[in-house]
């Protein structure tokens, strides 16, 4: 027995016109608003100086603390004793709060105390981005 197939007839339509609208709409929006963006900064205004002025943050950067075997504190390659490099710490995180990172290094033959001496020290500054760091993985 032969099967009759009706070409002719369709069961659904995608509606596409709705779909076009939309698409049309949210380019046109985003060329509206990236037009409006280049033309705040294309006017020609002389902006006034002030000569103790300061950035509101500085660049967040990243501060790494080293403590060799006997315990002594390096920071960016310079000894420093605890105190200082609390000192240093907290100006850092004075001058960025939201930026301020800290990664303490420790050789493995370092007493843990001089590890935690430096964390009290990052706590005590104010910084709350910090973390001890490992070597990987021996072979």
Do not use: H
Request: glycine residues 6%.
């Amino acid at each position: 027995m032969a099967v009759k197939i009706k070409k002719g007839m369709v069961a659904y339509q995608l509606p596409v016109t709705p779909m076009i609208d939309l698409v049309f709409n949210l380019l046109l929006f985003y060329i509206m608003a990236t037009t409006f963006a280049s033309e705040e900064r294309q006017l020609s205004v002389n902006l006034p100086s002030a000569s103790e002025a300061r950035p509101l943050s500085a660049a967040p950067r990243e501060l790494v603390i080293d403590v060799d075997r006997q315990g002594a504190y390096f920071l960016a390659g310079k000894a420093v004793e605890l105190a200082d490099l609390q000192e240093s710490l907290r100006k850092a995180a004075v001058d960025n709060p939201l930026g301020t990172s800290v990664t303490i290094r420790a050789d493995e033959r370092c007493y843990w105390r001089d590890v935690v001496a430096a964390v009290n020290a990052c706590i005590r500054a104010g910084v709350t981005d910090y973390r001890v760091t490992t070597g990987g993985p021996s072979p």
